[in-house]
């Protein structure tokens, strides 16, 4: 309270010091008043603007002559952070390895990331081939025509046939053809190894049995080498997916280590109670009149 009552009086002194002045102006103040009056008649609006006298009581944020010390806005370093890791702790002064370490993180996580999906992309093709080298669509379908004739008219009847095909080689083509048993028999090297029976060992007449338990499920080695070539991509794709998890909590992390350093810095400042955010100016004019005016002017800083 003590510190306030001491600021109003600081701010209300020049006032009534330039009060007392303008009551007890002598004959040559007068004079010299007037003589300014009749100058300034012949100026313009803005030439008489700047003809002022004035004395400033200035209590704004202050910096010292390397420009330091400055008003570090919290929301301004996190939005910093949050665009370029690393730019908000440039903006309050924090330390340059702080700085670059979160810079060199970002970078770091796309370049991994770019490097995984392009690995990903690459096993993506070569499993890709290798199915079109060794499942083979024509065994699939003859499987479908022999062992479930009427597959289309009572469906319900065949809760092993649960997947359909697209009618394009599109990512599901690829996955569903290794990944579920009804497809097995569409793979060249498919065997039934409690009979040893093939492909080649069914007809229409002799049809395949129903791919409904474990012991009717073809073994195909080529099957489980492509699903293992097929994961090795996917686990590619998840590496690299990680990468931008890595790059969300880098900038986040960031982001609010610069929010929190801004405001440590400037509760850190000399000048951090209030009046550091206020400016006073206490001025006296002789715009329209013959004698000068008094003027107080005071501003907050946000």
């Known amino acids: 309270m003590k510190k306030y009552l001491l600021f109003t009086i600081l701010l209300i002194y020049p006032v009534l010091s330039h009060a007392s002045e303008f009551l007890q102006q002598s004959e040559f103040d007068i004079v010299q008043s007037e003589i300014r009056y009749s100058l300034m008649n012949n100026k313009t609006a803005s030439q008489k ?3 002022t006298d004035s004395d400033e009581i200035s ?3 202050g910096t010292d002559s390397e420009g330091n010390n400055r008003y570090k806005s919290p929301g301004k370093a996190f939005l910093m952070s949050i665009l370029i890791p690393g730019w908000g702790q440039h903006y309050t002064g924090g330390s340059t ?3 670059l370490a979160f810079f060199g993180t970002e970078v770091a996580s796309w370049v991994f990331y770019f490097k995984l999906h392009n690995d990903a992309d ?3 093709t070569v499993f890709e081939q290798f199915n079109d080298e060794h499942w083979i669509e024509s065994r699939y379908d003859s499987m479908l025509a022999w062992t479930y004739p009427d597959r289309d008219t009572d469906p319900g009847l065949y809760p092993e046939l649960s997947h359909h095909l697209p009618d394009t080689k599109t ?4 996955e569903m053809t290794g990944k579920y048993d009804q497809f097995s028999w569409g793979w060249n090297d498919a065997v039934l190894l409690s009979d040893n029976t093939t492909y080649e060992d069914y007809n229409s007449i002799d049809s395949f049995p129903r791919v409904n338990t474990p012991a009717t499920v073809p073994y195909s ?3 489980f080498k492509y699903e293992t070539m097929r994961n090795d991509a996917n686990n590619k794709y998840d590496q690299a997916r990680k990468m931008i998890y890595v790059s969300m909590l880098n900038r986040m992390i960031s982001a609010f280590e610069a929010m929190i350093a801004a405001k440590k810095s400037n509760r850190n400042r000399n000048d951090s109670s209030l009046l550091s955010s206020l400016s006073a100016e206490v001025s006296y004019r002789s715009y329209y009149v013959r004698r000068d005016t ?3 002017n005071l501003s907050m800083k946000f």
């Open 171 to 174: 990512q599901q083509y690829y």
């Open 49 to 51: 603007f700047q003809d």
């Open 221 to 223: 080695a080529n099957r």
């Open 97 to 99: 390895i702080k700085s």
């Open 294 to 296: 008094p003027f107080f």
């Open 59 to 61: 209590y704004s944020g």
């Open 122 to 124: 690459d096993l993506t």
